[in-house]
Structure formats: C-alpha cells, structure tokens
C-alpha cells in the first residue's frame, strides 16, 4: 500500500505542477497579446501629482487634457492625487500655467440647491475606476452617478449615468483651479441643447499676461433650465429626461467662440462616444508602439511604457484646429493664423511649454529619434514665436513668453533637430533667432520669469568677465539668478550655436561662441576641485560647502552642477587633475548617492531625511541626470553600464502611486530619460554634425525601434541583447549590423540607416 500511495501522490503533484504550467503559459500569452497602451500605467507617482503631471483622457499634445481634480489649489499638489478620495470636478486643461472650465455632474435629489455652490463634492472609491491613455471611468459615490470621460484633441467628450430624473451639471467658471484663477467666467444659452462661453485665466507669477478660453458646450438632449449660483461664477444646467445616459461635448478655443464651434465641428461632429475611446486608444498606440520591447517582466514593460506615455504628455497644442492661434508675446494681443497647405490645413500646431531646461538629454534625443515628426513642429512652433514677438521663448504659456527657467534651453532642440537632418524649416532664420537670444538683448539676459527687466541673467558680465558673478550686484531681478549654474548652461549652449554656425558656414561666428563655450573654466575652483559662487571680484564664496542645495545653483548644489560641461568633459578632467582623478571623484559620488536611492525623494523623504537635499547626484531633477554617460567618455564605459543599470532598478522601476520619478517629472523631462537608459541609447551633447550615441545596454532582451520613413533611410532599428540580466550589466561584446565596435557609440545616420544592433552581456566589465 504504501508504493501505491507514493505513486498516487507522484501522479497528483505532477498533475498540478502542469496545470499550473499551462495556467501560467496561459497567462504569459494573454499579456504577450497586449496592446502598448493597455501596458500604460497612469497612476504612476500620482501621489505626488502636479497640475499637469497627470491626464488621462487625452489625445498626445492634445488641447482639451481632460481628467478628474481631488485638489485644486495651485500648480504643485494639485490635479489628481491618488490619495484624496474627494472629486472637485472634471477639467478641461491641465497645461503650464493654464486650466479651464471645471464640471460636476449632480443629483438634485441628493444635495440641498441653496448650498450647491459651496457644497458639490463627492468621494469615490479606486476599486470602482479604469483609467487609460484617452479614457476615464469613475463613480461619484455621493450622487449615484457613473461618469466616463474622453476626448478628441480639442473637444472633451462626457458620459454620465444618472440614476434618477434630476440630473444636472453644475459648471464651474470662477476661483482657483490649478496654478491659475479662473476669472470673467461667463455661460449663454443659444440654443436649446447649445452653451457657449468663456473665462479668463488671470496672470501669475510665471505667466505675466490674462490669457482667454473659449468654449462650446453641446447636449443630447435639451436643457430645461440655467441658474448663477450664489457668488457668481458657478453655473447650474438643468437637463430634461436626465434619469439614464447623458452625454456632453465640450470644445476649446484659445481665439474665439466662432473656432471652439469650427474644433467641435471639425473634430466631433457625431455621438458616438465608444468610437472616440477607441480613435484615441488606437493613436496612443501607433506612437506607443514606435518602441517595442520583449524579455522583460510584466511590470518591467508596464514601466516602460508608462515612461514613453509621460515622454508625450504634458506640452499641449494652443492652436485651433483652422490654425488660428493667440499671439500674446507683444504689447497688443493678436489672433493669427498659422501657415497652412495647399489644402487649408495648418502646417503644424502651436504649442504651451515648460522650459527645455534639460532637454537635451531627454526629449530632444527620444522625440528626435523616434518622433521626428513631433521634434519639427515643435521647432516650427518654437520660430513662430521669434517671428511673432522677436524671441525663441524657453517656456510659452497661453502665447505668452514666460522666461521659465534661465538660459537659451531652446538651442540645443533645435540645433540637435537640424543636425539630425529634421530640415523643415527656415534654418538661416532659425540659426539668427538663436543667436540673438545669445546676446545682449535676448533671452540669456533673462533671469527665470524676468518679465520687464533684462538684468537678472548677467549675461553682460558672462561676456565681458567670463563668468556670472554671485550674486549678480544690480540686485534681485526674477529667479534662479546663480552665477555658476548659468555660466555652465551659456557655455553649453553657446557651443551647441558653434555647432550651428559651423554647419552653415559662418566661421566668424563659430570661433567666437567656440571662445564663449570656455567659459565655464572660469567658475571652476581648482583648490577644492569644485565649481564654485564667485563674486564680480573674483572673491571665491566663503565658506562653500559643495553639497549645499540651492547656494548659487539652480535646483542643485555644487556637487551636481560641477559636471554640467558636457560639451568639454575631458577640459573639466584636466582641471581636476586628469581622467583617473575625476572618474575617481564621480564614481565616489555615485556610491554616496547610491544610499540615498540617487534622487532627492519627496517632500516627506526631505522633511525626515534632511540628508537627501545634500546628495551629490541627483536623479530626480535634470541639472546632473547626465552624469552616469559621463565615464564613458572619460575612457570607463563600465563604469557607465553600471550606474546606468543602477539607477534604472533604483529611480526608473516598479509601479506605484506613491512613487515613480521621486522628484520633478517636467513634461516627459524624466520619462523620457527613462525609456532612454532602459533602450540603453544616450546622448551627451547632441547637436555636433552627425551627433553620436552612446550605447549602454538594455533593460530589455530585445527593442525594434520604427523609423518614421519620411524623415530616415532605415526602416527601423533592432537591438538584441544576450546574456542579459540583473547582474549582467556589462558589454563584453557589440556589433552593428555584423561588424564589430571597438567604442560603444554609433553616429546618427549609422543608427538611423537602419540595422540589428547586437549585445553580448557580462556579469563582469571587459
């Protein structure tokens, strides 16, 4: 009896182990046969969300960014946040220093009308959500109402579910919502199922001038009744036969009534609200599926497209869908029209930004290589801001020149389009644009948000002393007045100009920003080996303490800003007394940050560890996320493979609501970033004739990359990685289309010739 038994529970052991196989086979080819969107996580870090970090039913780049608000109250901390389980309203613009018409779907029967306009919030519970890239779904606990959101570009698009007859929609047109207040908010009823409108966005500190919405609203069915609530502002729209499916259109113009009803026409011109879900779901997941990856785990993939979804989410179109677009960058505010086709559609779309400010090692090479399409019109929009108000802007908002930031971040995009041979503009205007932003009298004069002066930058001293001095001696003009940080970021871009110069031969020019581009030697304190606050004496700051946050650095300290010379790495070496001290000095630096997980953390991190604000490379904002490529080009690419490897697992991996990028995600900034270290192709300048990649390894065993074929020879680019792993983090051996590297780089029209770009991978550095 006793072998029986054994036999018995061999058979039943083996039984189940297979069925499990089968079950986990099973498993594995469902999420094989994934769309990329469904791999999208939008909650991503949404703890921590900011006004325009999070939007889910969006179209890319799209006007309308429609999503759910749980706070309200300024540019940070607002949006949605994951952990507030209060809904204040569904708006329609999460944007750099804009939004816009807010809406609340109600039950009369379940709120006292005499305190509607202080009191129309409602809970609701995750358990009862879905949310994907164009798509929302909620319920509204305290009104018994399902609510289902998408949109087109420039039309939000609105289903609820009422479970009674007294369904209405109240529309909010007043008071603070986001990073704006909302002002001069007014509704008309101009026919029986029709509204029309607008507000004002009023001027904040980033964003000088009022900018203007226009909207459209349309029913299906008619609207019984219009009340102002107590305040003004707020609007009450009664709606006849409520009890059931309602839905709602609401169109966007930045110019005019008469072009929020052209958008609606143009864009939504049926009812068919299933049909748009799935319109939006299939464009985010053509640009989506430009990168396809394998070898992964789940949640590996799931990551990396979350990170490319972010990498174009946030920078919004302002243009109407007939070119029309607000001009506000001069005294007189205008309506213009842009250039359009042979057939009267406009030849790009006009866009509202943060700053490029660090871009260049983000978006300008992922949209450059991948979405060369969308790298054009935004320079295309970027010279028509020149053409429009004389200035190439680091940051528009509303058609508004903001001056975010500091410097002339715009160069490196548009110079790294241009080498890249993204030629669809006017380059001869492009490269006088830019250069005059380099001079007196444009942007680099500008310190962040210096709207009426133009001393703050210091840029006379950077060209008649060679540096910035700290502080700048006129005294306090706008923001992010460091001496060191912006005589850094000149010289940076001012050698990218030279870059531009020399291409279009304009050998003068060249040599002269060639000169300019040393400049950053000059806050460089050979005593203590790092760049230092140097007053207009030439008085070295005392006392310095070099992981200080904040102390003559923008958004870092001197430990992180030391090595913002990418355009000249082995110069700064040799300053520090040679390639082994400094690789020496960096890789010391990544160990330390190591144990504070390489980013400053959030605010709660900051508040009990008041250590990480003093880390001496951070991940989490742009001013040093380049350092990890920097050993490559000191002659250690191990020592890059490595810490690229690092701080992937560390920064740019898992799904949470509560984490994601652990600092500033600026408009795709560190999304883009991430997907980049994961495909393993970098950057460090990118605007030299035929700019050079570095390659790193790969999270994934292998990446097809589709070229867009109106802009590149190749069909797409393929990457195979062997051996890879965890711990095999090591190139031992690479070839490009059968022929053998000796470095780990490839030059753009190599890499976007086409080809299979193979890595053999190593748990140990060659």
């Keep these: 009896m006793k072998p029986l038994l054994n036999w018995k529970f061999y058979l039943f052991v083996s039984c189940c182990f297979l069925m499990l196989n089968v079950s986990c086979q099973s498993t594995d080819d469902t999420k094989k046969n994934l769309a990329y969107v469904d791999y999208v996580y939008p909650q991503l870090d949404s703890e921590n969300s900011r006004w325009f970090f999070f939007s889910s039913a969006c179209r890319p780049f799209g006007m309308v960014n429609l999503s759910p608000d749980t706070e309200i109250d300024g540019a940070w901390g607002s949006g949605y946040r994951y952990k507030v389980d209060t809904i204040k309203g569904f708006s329609h613009i999460h944007a750099w220093q804009l939004s816009g018409i807010s809406v609340m779907p109600i039950d009369l029967k379940k709120i006292d009308e005499k305190s509607l306009y202080k009191d129309y919030y409602s809970s609701f519970d995750h358990a009862k959500e879905k949310v994907s890239p164009g798509y929302h779904k909620l319920y509204l606990d305290r009104y018994d109402i399902d609510v289902e959101l998408t949109s087109t570009k420039r039309v939000g698009f609105h289903r609820y579910h009422y479970n009674s007859d007294n369904g209405a929609i109240l529309i909010n047109l007043s008071g603070q919502l986001g990073p704006s207040k909302i002002v001069e908010g007014s509704l008309t009823q101009i026919e029986p199922r029709v509204l029309e409108g607008e507000l004002t966005n009023a001027p904040t500190r980033r964003r000088p001038k009022s900018t203007k919405v226009f909207f459209r609203i349309v029913f299906d069915r008619d609207i019984r009744e219009i009340s102002t609530l107590k305040g003004g502002g707020k609007f009450l729209v009664k709606l006849n036969e409520s009890k059931g499916q309602v839905k709602m259109k609401v169109a966007l113009s930045y110019t005019s009534l008469k072009n929020a009803k052209f958008n609606l026409d143009q864009e939504l011109p049926h009812w068919d609200f299933d049909q748009i879900v799935?319109?939006?779901?299939?464009?985010?997941?053509?640009?989506?599926?430009?990168?396809?990856?394998?070898?992964?785990?789940?949640?590996?993939?799931?990551?990396?497209?979350?990170?490319?979804?972010?990498?174009?989410?946030?920078?919004?179109?302002?243009?109407?869908?007939?070119?029309?677009?607000?001009?506000?960058?001069?005294?007189?505010?205008?309506?213009?029209?842009?250039?359009?086709?042979?057939?009267?559609?406009?030849?790009?779309?006009?866009?509202?930004?943060?700053?490029?400010?660090?871009?260049?090692?983000?978006?300008?090479?992922?949209?450059?290589?991948?979405?060369?399409?969308?790298?054009?019109?935004?320079?295309?929009?970027?010279?028509?801001?020149?053409?429009?108000?004389?200035?190439?802007?680091?940051?528009?908002?509303?058609?508004?020149?903001?001056?975010?930031m500091t410097g002339a971040s715009s160069t490196p995009f548009i110079i790294g389009a241009y080498q890249k041979g993204i030629r669809g503009f006017d380059f001869e205007m492009a490269y006088e644009a830019l250069k005059k932003n380099h001079m007196p009298g444009g942007i680099m004069d500008k310190a962040g948000y210096e709207h009426k002066t133009k001393l703050g930058g210091g840029l006379n001293y950077y060209i008649g002393q060679g540096y910035v001095p700290y502080p700048i001696p006129e005294g306090k003009f706008g923001y992010h007045q460091n001496g060191p940080s912006l005589t850094l970021e000149y010289a940076y871009q001012d050698w990218c100009l030279a870059q531009f110069a020399k291409a279009l031969g304009k050998q003068e020019d060249y040599d002269y920003f060639m000169t300019r581009s040393k400049n950053y030697k000059n806050v460089f304190d050979p005593t203590t080996g790092w760049v230092r606050p140097k007053n207009q004496m030439g008085e070295w700051l005392e006392p310095y303490d070099p992981y200080k946050h904040g102390a003559g650095f923008s958004e870092a300290n001197g430990a992180q800003n030391t090595w913002f010379v990418p355009h000249d790495l082995e110069g700064l070496a040799q300053l520090m007394g040679g390639n082994d001290k400094a690789i020496a000095k960096l890789n010391h630096q990544f160990e330390e940050a190591k144990k504070l997980g390489f980013t400053i953390g959030t605010s709660i991190d900051q508040e009990h560890h008041p250590e990480y604000s003093r880390i001496p490379i951070n991940y989490g904002n742009q001013p040093s996320i380049q350092t990890a490529f920097i050993f490559q080009h000191l002659g250690r690419p191990d020592l890059t493979q490595y810490w690229v490897s690092q701080v992937v697992k560390t920064v740019y991996e898992e799904l949470s609501t509560d984490r994601?990028?652990?600092?500033?995600?600026?408009?795709?900034?560190?999304?883009?970033?991430?997907?980049?270290?994961?495909?393993?192709?970098?950057?460090?300048?990118?605007?030299?004739?035929?700019?050079?990649?570095?390659?790193?390894?790969?999270?994934?065993?292998?990446?097809?990359?589709?070229?867009?074929?109106?802009?590149?020879?190749?069909?797409?680019?393929?990457?195979?990685?062997?051996?890879?792993?965890?711990?095999?983090?090591?190139?031992?051996?690479?070839?490009?289309?059968?022929?053998?590297?000796?470095?780990?780089?490839?030059?753009?029209?190599?890499l976007v010739g086409g080809g299979t770009l193979k890595l053999e991978m190593s748990s140990k550095p060659k």
């Design 660 to 750: 994601g990028y652990n600092g500033d995600e600026d408009q795709g900034l560190m999304g883009s970033l991430a997907v980049l270290m994961k495909i393993g192709l970098f950057q460090m300048t990118g605007t030299e004739l035929n700019p050079v990649y570095q390659i790193t390894g790969s999270s994934f065993n292998r990446i097809e990359i589709e070229l867009n074929k109106d802009y590149y020879e190749g069909k797409r680019i393929v990457i195979e990685v062997e051996n890879n792993g965890e711990e095999n983090c090591y190139i031992k051996s690479a070839n490009f289309n059968n022929n053998g590297m000796k470095s780990y780089t490839l030059d753009h029209e190599q």
């Design 278 to 404: 799935e319109e939006s779901r299939s464009e985010w997941n053509q640009l989506l599926g430009r990168i396809k990856v394998k070898g992964g785990s789940h949640e590996q993939v799931q990551r990396f497209y979350t990170d490319l979804w972010h990498a174009l989410q946030g920078r919004r179109t302002i243009s109407d869908a007939n070119g029309y677009y607000p001009d506000n960058t001069t005294d007189t505010f205008k309506i213009k029209q842009l250039p359009l086709s042979k057939n009267g559609k406009p030849l790009f779309d006009h866009y509202n930004s943060d700053s490029f400010w660090g871009a260049q090692w983000t978006i300008n090479t992922l949209w450059q290589l991948v979405y060369p399409e969308i790298a054009e019109a935004f320079v295309k929009s970027l010279l028509q801001y020149y053409k429009d108000g004389g200035m190439v802007p680091r940051g528009p908002s509303g058609g508004n020149y903001t001056y975010v």
